[in-house]
């Protein structure tokens, strides 16, 4: 209970300050004012049209990615494990970088995320077809490397034959990551896939506190193991394949999170997907916070402030994990 309320309170510090940060500056509690009142001024506008919607899909996309990588380090048994393993992180870009080249996403500014979710529910489907209902965790973990790759490939072909520079920069500013010029149609498109994945994910908890003993043991405890797969993959797409629909590649959120948490909630991966949740949480809200604060005529990108604080944390726990199979 003391780490959800310090989680808690962390998010909601950081929501707070996400709201009061940007390129207006106002006295926080005109700012705050503004943002309730609701009365047509420039101000109420920007709190309510620009910061607000930013502020929440940051929490969204957070808890996304940290719930999604929590349930995949469980379910795996492995702490380098994180969203992007299954390829839908990828080919939802993939579905975004053929919108932007096609210009559907000019002529529709919801054709996108749109674009992007079909995506991830290609891959969905190419990921069942290919484990099977027998296939195992090792299966689970091949077809998803394959389809990364190939959405990979593919993404660099589409940017390597584009005729219009243009477009390969919007592809490339794209895929970097941003919550910037978001609005509340983004977060309306993505909370129903997103609270569709977060149900999905927090109900594998009991299954994967199971698992722990193994699988023969998780069997005998009456879990079966082709639903909890299908219910992860699900879950996985529909969580992750709308928070890279709706603010376009974040990594390490779902691979540092849950690690850095793992110690306060014990060996019970249960309880490190709403702390996971809560974190990821924090963490977005914080990038984001840093990408307006450092360099803001500079246009940073969240996916890049992400990559520059995740890197060095993922090089630590390659380190720690060498060390202990030593």
């Known amino acids: 209970m003391k780490l959800a309320a310090t989680l808690c309170a962390l998010v909601a510090a950081l929501f707070l300050a996400s709201l009061l940060t940007g390129w207006v500056a106002a006295n926080p ?28 899909l940051a929490v969204m996309v957070g808890a996304s990615l940290g719930l999604a990588g929590a349930a995949l380090q469980g379910y795996l048994r492995n702490p380098l494990a994180e969203p992007g393993l299954i390829g839908v992180s990828g080919a939802a870009a993939l579905g975004a970088v053929i919108a932007i080249q096609t210009g559907l996403a000019l002529v529709f500014p919801l054709a996108l995320p749109l674009s992007a979710l079909a995506g991830a529910v290609a891959a969905v489907l190419l990921i069942l077809m290919l484990a099977g209902p027998r296939g195992g965790s090792i299966t689970l973990i091949l077809a998803g490397i394959a389809i990364s790759a190939l ?38 498109l993505a909370l129903p896939f997103m609270a569709l994945g977060w149900a999905l994910l927090l109900s594998t908890g009991r299954a ?9 043991a998780a069997r005998a405890m009456g879990v079966d193991p082709f639903r909890l797969r299908v219910t ?45 949740a809560l974190g990821g949480a924090a963490m977005v809200l914080a990038a984001d916070i840093a990408v ?23 090089l630590h726990l390659i380190y720690r994990t060498r060390r202990e199979m030593a």
Do not use: C, Y
């Open 29 to 56: 509690a005109a700012a705050l004012r503004a943002l309730v009142a609701g009365d047509g001024t420039p101000l109420s506008v920007v709190m309510q049209d620009i910061r607000l919607p930013r502020a929440i």
């Open 151 to 188: 959405a990979g490939a593919l993404t660099s072909l589409v940017l390597n034959l584009s005729p219009n520079p243009f477009a390969a920069a919007d592809i490339v500013f794209w895929m970097m990551g941003s919550l910037a010029d978001r609005s509340f149609q983004h977060v309306w």
């Open 208 to 216: 994967l506190d199971a698992l722990t003993l193994g699988e023969d």
């Open 232 to 276: 992860l993959v699900l879950g996985t797409a529909s969580a992750v394949g709308a928070a890279t629909a709706v603010a376009g590649a974040i990594g390490f959120v779902g691979l540092v999170v849950p690690h850095l948490l793992r110690p306060f909630v014990g060996a019970r991966p249960s309880q490190l997907l709403w702390a996971s």
């Open 292 to 314: 307006r604060e450092v360099l803001p005529e500079r246009d940073l990108k969240l996916g890049v402030v992400m990559a520059l604080v995740g890197a060095p944390l993922f």
